[in-house]
Structures are given as structure tokens and as C-alpha cells.
């Protein structure tokens, strides 16, 4: 039967579509650092250097994976820069003003602050009715504030806090490989490990991808919802550590536009905007593709407004690319079914 | 017959209203195991309410449900399911972006020993699931990937997969073709023959005297009859679907018929409507009747440049035109009162003058400022003429009645100054007394020598208001009746697509 083989071979057009999603970014990923490599050598094609990459890329891999858990729902957390700015504030004035505290207990604290404001916005979008792009903006500047209030025009010196702290970040605990490397890997894997094999991972997908068939299903949207958001926060939260950790001094300013860099990851990694696709390991991918962008327009010596042209540039690619895609089968399947 | 054991469902004497409408009065609906049971009745006569009873979405107001002989309430879609209810959309209500296995078990995932999602095992099952089925569709392919037949089996899947033992289906043909309504029913039939009760919601009366045992027809929100699918004709059935006295609600003036003004020649449209033709006269009341689906309103969108049209002409005062958008209609003359006012007639927030005013803006003023006295005064003028209830013309469209915002969609049209008038549902969801005022307003515009293509599901109206009647089946005319040939069996042999059988018209 006509009808029956062509829509079987567009089945697996797009199965093969969703499944290479990460395999063409990390051909891209791949082809860049040839490019790269052929023309500045060893001062880019070295163990040193991915390391650099690595290292620059750790902390907005982890917010991009809380990030993605947001983005799949359908929603968007916009305040995740000033998440990250007031929890590391916060961690770093407590070490200010309360010098021999305990890490592990700022460490906690801090967390919790993140996913105290993640689950703010949590509440805003399933509470309050609020689209998450206006309620993440609004907490974008009230988080922003916050911190600005709280620092009054001080800020935190490297001498304020203790080693300890500072080992999580500088410190290398397996094999010559920098903490927060390590740290970004292992969350990713969690992350990876409940979207793909817990039901409330399966179900942030159906809530992304059909709002309404996933309350048919008996799905509790809103409480998911809130668990996206209050998740993504504490990440957050644990991202503004690394970030007090690896800098020592910490002003209220400190990953101030950030949360453009983490959407842009996110988006390049092949996670839909609009909800229900995309996986933590393209949002990891997206990450470190535009942190060797980045790392190569610095050896190659280009301007800094490159960077932002060339990021601007990979998020149209990706999603261009995602849209010829879709489009392609979708005209395949039309093709198919007109008998 | 021998006698029956309780049924698997037992709606009894149940009613429903919606605000000002009695959507149900009384219907009483008995599924047995191991039948199908087809539910028959025209647009509004309460067929979607029943479904959505047996959904678990609304409640009886009165009357009883019983599962299996006890009595039982849904509060819920959950409730429906675990009572054994599945119920299958037109529109398949699936996730796109997930696989068909993880749309057969969405939330009740098997897991592993270790709690993990248990992929493998659930490929298997669904795999399983869907060779009893006897088709093949692969369980790791994405939703959308699938037509819209594939998706259904995905549904039903689903549906076995829940262990129901009620499957109602709502026009689950709509948009099959035919090789695929085969396969559908193949399937149907095995189920009950496995002792599944099958509601089968249709328009379709050859599919559904093909597939059912029995049919229970519902007119104007109240049971009709109950039979056996072999005491029925198709005749009886369509009868007994319109049987309902014409109430001289609207009072239609006589109007002047003149020249021809708009002619429409083998339009089509693929995938929604093909080869129609018809003329529409100046002063002439053309009524377009058709059951939802049969792609009324899709000729309307092509006539007014909304869609493209693959095949056909259209001509004004017998120049063939291109209209290639929305203000191209405009410019020829057409305006289009679409049936979904809050999407496209309406800006809510704007006040009755802009709203009113909005098409014809260009002629507003010049150099682009507004004139907003001309604004006034013509938003005034249609206002008075065609009575809108209003504080003020200043007053946002958001704060009127249903029916005095249908009005100021009119005016808005009317402003345009338009030879042709396409008006798509204009009475849907309005109160009795403002509809009769439409139908005044209307019939008014025809004696003035506007040609007006009225679009309506409600027979009553198409009949009382409409000088010819053209119906449509499926995408095609099927039908075409002067006002003295137009009788409800007529109009609903033709809607249904007894008409094209009866005459071996294919």
C-alpha cells in the first residue's frame, strides 16, 4: 500500500530527527574546533585549554539544566542571572559578617535561598495565572534589587571568605579535573536521569507538549509546574556557590545578564522553546558550543561584540535548522497521506 | 431477546443546562457489553453534552448514571476512567512530541524494580497492544509523525490498555478517508465482539447503519427513540432527527431578486471542499446549510481571500476577480462576518466606534490621522440603525450582551458598504430575542438589494430565512432547493449524503 510505506518512511525521518538532535550539534561542535584548531594550533587544541572552556562553561551548564526543566513545561524562567547573584551575595556577606561560620551550613542556606525564589516564581506562574516570561521578568528585577539592597554599595573581598569555600571551586578532586566541571557533569546526569527515566520526568515533557491532553491524562500540571521551577532555582541557587567560590569577590552586580546566555544555551542545545522536546544533554551541548565560540574568538583575537553576534547567529542557525526540519517531514507526511 | 444482564452504562433521564440553554432534557441512553450503539441527532441536539457526561467532564443536573446497575457519579475524567470509560476525540488528544508507547502509558509508566521508567517493557506491551489490533505502527515514532488515523489507533490503544470496556467515539471518522474507516471498523468490530460497549457519535448514516447494532436518536436536547439498527431506515432516521414543528419566529420580507452578483465556478479546495458552484443575486438570501465539518465555512474563507482556492473562479457582476486577501474581498465589495466573533470579529477592549469603524479606516482620514468625528458619525449611524444596546458609543465591545456585540460585528461589516454579504453562524449563542432582531436586520439588508450567502447549522433558520437553500456533504454540494422545495427531510437527506447514494451521484 502507497500510503502505508511513505508515511512508515517519514515515521522514521522523524525518529532519526529526534534522535540525532544532539549528534548534529556535536558535529557542529566538532566542526568548530577543527576550524579553530587549523588556524591557532596548539594554543586552542590543548588539554589545558578544554579545560579553560570546560571550566568557563561549568556554572551556566548547571543553570541551563535547571533551565531546561523549566523550558520543557511550556515556561521560562527569565530571573535565573538574579538568582544566581543573590544567593552568591547573600553566601558571600554571610561569610562577611559572620566570620567562622560553618561552609556546609552557607552551602545549604544558600541553596535553599535558591529554591525559596524559584518557588516563587513557581507560585506566580500556577498560582497566580502569571505567564512565566512576565512573571520571571518581574522577579528578574526584584531579585536584582533585592541584592543591590542588601550589598547598599559594599561588596564581598576575597579575603572575606574562608579557604574552605573557596576549595569547592579551585580545588580538583578527581583526576586533574576542575571541580565545577565535575559538579555541572554530575548534575546534568541527574537531571538527564529523572526526564528520562522517572514518571514526573516523562510528565514534564506531556505538560510541554499538550497542555490540555496532559490534564486529560490526569496529570498534575500546576504542582509539576511549581516543582520545575522551585527545582531550577535550588540549581540555581547551587550555581551561585560555584560562582562565590571560584571569584572570592563578589559585587551586587555579579552574572548580571546571564539569563540571556542560559536561554540562548538552552535553545541552541535543541530544546523547544515552546515546550515537550529537547534534552539536558543538547542544553549541556548548547552551553559548551557557544563557550568554545567564545573561547575561540579570544585566541583568534576578535572583538568582544563578536561574541554576541556569533551567539546571536548559532541560536537563529539552531532554530532555523529545528524549524526546516520539522517542516521537511511534515510536507512528507502530507505527501504521504494524499492517497 | 433473552434477558439482558445490567448494562456496562445506564444513563437515565438526564439533563443538563448551560446558562440560558437546555443543553439535555431528559435523554435516557443504554449501553449494552458487546454492541455497538450509534447516537444520531443534529448540530446542537445534545450529542457532544452526552460524551462529555460519559467523559466525566460535565455532570447530570438531574436524572441518573449507572455503571453496570449501580448508581454513580463521575466528578472527574479520572472517575470516567476507572469506571472503564474511554473516550476517543475527533481530534485525538495526544502528546506530539512523545512516542506512541509513552502516549499509550502516559503517568502510569511501568517501572523497574528500581523505580526507573521501564522503556524496554513498555515498548514491548504497547507493541503487543497494537498486534491485537492487527496494525502497524511503530512505538517509537513520534505522535506527530502519524495521521490522524494512526493517531486514533493510538487512542484506542490507549483505551485497551486502561482495560475499558466502554469505548465511546466521537465522529471518529471525521477526517478519515475511506480505506482507513475500514480498518477502523474492522477493529470496532473485534472489540465488541470481545464484549467492549461501543458508542459510536456520527453524522455519517451510512456508517453508521454499516457498523451499528443499535441507534438512539436525540433532537433538541430530548431522546427521540431507541431501536435496532435493522427496524431503521435511513429515511425514518433523518425524520426523526428533524422532526420538529417550523415556529414562524423570523419574519422574512419579501426582496426584490435581481441580477446575478457573485458566481462561484468549480471552486475547490484540497483536503476541504471541491468542484462548488453557485450564483448569489443581488436582494437574494442564498442559504449555505451543511452539517459541522461539511466545509461551509472553508468556501467562505476562499470567497473572501482568507485560503487559497486550488481549482475554480470566482466572479463579481461577471468579472472573474483574484481575491488574494482580505481586504481584496473588501475592495470587490464582500464582507465576511465570521462565526467566531471574540477571535476575529471583535477587538473586546476597543470601544463600538473603533470596532465598527476598523475595516474601513483608510477612508477615516488623511495623511494617516484619524478623523474622529467621521468616526463617531458613522459608528453612530449603523449603531442607531441597527438598535445596539449600548451606554455609549465610547463603551468598550467587552461590556455588551452577546447579542449586541453580533450587532456591532454587523455594523462593522455593514460599514464597508458591501455588495455581498457572508454571514457565517450569525445567530450562534445569542438569546431568542436578539436572534429574531439579526433575522429582521438581515432579511431588511436583502430588500435593500444586498446579497446575502447566510451560513447556518440550525435548519430552522436556513428554511425560514433563506430564498434558496444550497447544502453541502462532505465538501461538496450536494443539494440545491428553491424555498418551496426546501423541507427539513430535503435539506437533511442531503446534508447527511443520502442524496448523492440515493441518485448515484458518487
Partial sequence: ?339 | MTAPPPPAIELAAVAKRFGAVQALRGVDLVLHSGEVHALVGENGAGKSTLVKMLAGVHRPDTGTLRVDGQETAFHGPLDARKAGIAVIHQHPTLFPDLDVAENVFMGRQPRDRFGRVDWRGMYREVGRLLGTLGVRIGVRTPVKALSVADQQLVEIAKALSLQARVLVMDEPTASLSAREVERLFAIVRRLRDDGAAILFVSHRLDEIFAISDRITIVRDGAHVLTASASELSTGETIRHMVGRRLEALFPKEDAEIGDAVLSVHGLSRAGHFRDVSFELRRGEILGLFGLVGAGRTEVARVIVGADRADAGEIRMDGRAVRIGSSSAALTHGIAYVPEDRHGQGLVLDFPIAANVTLPILPRLGRFGMLNRNRERAIAGDYAARLQVKAAGLGAAVSSLSGGNQQKVVLAKWLATDPKVLILDEPTRGIDIGTKAEVHRIVSHLATGGMAILLISSELPEVLAMADRVLVMHEGRLTGAFSRAEATQENVMVAATGQAAVAHGVA
Avoid: H
Avoid at chain 1, 72 to 99: C, E, H, M, W, Y
Avoid at chain 1, 298 to 318: E, K, M, V
Fill in chain 1, 1 to 339: 500500500m502507497a500510503s502505508r510505506s511513505a508515511p512508515g518512511r517519514a515515521d522514521r525521518l522523524v525518529t532519526l530527527v529526534g534522535r540525532v538532535r544532539e549528534l548534529g550539534l556535536l558535529i557542529a561542535l566538532l566542526v568548530l574546533v577543527v576550524a579553530v584548531g587549523l588556524r591557532a594550533g596548539d594554543r586552542f587544541l590543548s588539554l589545558g585549554n578544554l579545560r579553560t572552556v570546560l571550566l568557563a562553561v561549568s556554572i551556566l551548564a548547571v543553570m541551563a539544566a535547571g533551565q531546561t526543566l523549566v523550558v520543557l513545561t511550556r515556561n521560562v524562567d527569565l530571573s535565573v542571572a538574579s538568582i544566581v547573584g543573590l544567593t552568591t551575595f547573600v553566601a558571600g556577606d554571610l561569610f562577611k559578617q559572620n566570620p567562622g561560620i560553618a561552609v556546609p551550613l552557607v552551602v545549604g542556606l544558600a541553596c535553599l535561598l535558591g529554591l525559596a525564589l524559584g518557588a516563587i516564581n513557581g507560585a506566580l506562574v500556577t498560582v497566580g495565572r502569571v505567564p512565566a516570561i512576565v512573571a520571571t521578568l518581574g522577579t528578574l528585577y526584584v531579585y536584582r534589587g533585592t541584592t543591590f539592597w542588601i550589598a547598599g554599595g559594599e561588596q564581598v573581598n576575597v579575603s572575606d571568605v574562608p579557604d574552605g569555600y573557596r576549595d569547592i571551586a579551585m580545588t580538583r578532586a578527581v583526576a586533574d579535573v576542575p571541580n565545577p566541571i565535575l559538579i555541572a557533569g554530575a548534575i546534568a546526569l541527574v537531571v538527564a536521569y529523572v526526564l528520562r527515566y522517572t514518571r514526573i520526568g516523562r510528565q514534564l515533557y506531556a505538560i510541554g507538549s499538550n497542555p490540555d491532553a496532559a490534564r486529560l491524562a490526569g496529570i498534575r500540571s500546576d504542582r509539576l509546574v511549581f516543582g520545575a521551577f522551585a527545582a531550577c532555582g535550588l540549581l540555581c541557587g547551587l550555581a551561585g556557590v560555584l560562582w562565590g567560590a571560584r571569584y572570592g569577590r563578589i559585587d551586587s552586580r555579579a552574572a548580571t545578564g546571564y539569563e540571556l546566555q542560559v536561554v540562548a544555551a538552552v535553545v541552541v542545545g535543541g530544546v523547544n522553546i515552546f515546550g515537550g522536546a529537547g534534552t539536558v544533554l543538547g542544553a549541556v551541548l548548547g552551553a559548551v558550543l557557544l563557550g568554545t565560540v567564545a573561547n575561540a574568538l579570544t585566541i583568534l583575537r576578535f572583538d568582544a561584540f563578536w561574541l554576541q553576534a556569533i551567539s546571536g547567529l548559532a541560536i537563529l542557525i539552531a532554530v532555523t535548522i529545528d524549524l526546516l526540519i520539522t517542516r521537511r517531514v511534515g510536507r512528507t507526511l502530507l505527501a504521504g497521506r494524499n492517497r
